[in-house]
């Protein structure tokens, strides 16, 4: 009796590890945002922010305040302001608070996207 508790026990933690494993898995998508900094993140969804997401990209050691770290990049969905850490930060270098379409692998449990395709998203 008690071995099959146990094992029954043991199944339903596989189980549950498994289920987990799955929900957090990557997923496929294309969706329209802004590229931004960790530390600004929404506060740069408008245009004509670049230099300060530039700033914030490289740290503050070139503005005179070297206790301010360099931040990452992120990408801020529009549908859900949802700030999702860039993988690959080269592949935005060079669009600081630009409105894109971003196409990559988004990684929920980890809230990172791994950028594979970008463009400038129409007005």
Do not use: Y
Not at 4 to 26: D, E, M
Not at 70 to 88: E, H, M, S
């Amino acid at each position: 009796m008690i071995r099959s508790r146990t094992a029954f026990v043991f199944l339903l933690v596989c189980g549950l590890v498994v289920l987990g494993s799955v929900s957090g898995q990557q997923t496929d998508a294309s969706r329209p945002g802004w590229i931004s900094d960790e530390s600004c993140g929404t506060q740069h969804t408008k245009p004509g922010r670049a230099d300060c997401v530039q700033k914030c990209w490289r740290g503050g050691a070139s503005v005179g305040h070297p206790e301010w770290k360099p931040q990452r990049a992120v990408f801020v969905a529009d549908d859900d302001q949802g700030i999702w850490i860039v993988g690959n930060p080269e592949a935005v270098r060079n669009l600081p608070a630009t409105h894109v379409v971003l196409a990559g692998k988004f990684d929920c449990a980890r809230k990172t996207i791994h950028v594979e395709k970008i463009a400038p998203a129409a007005h």
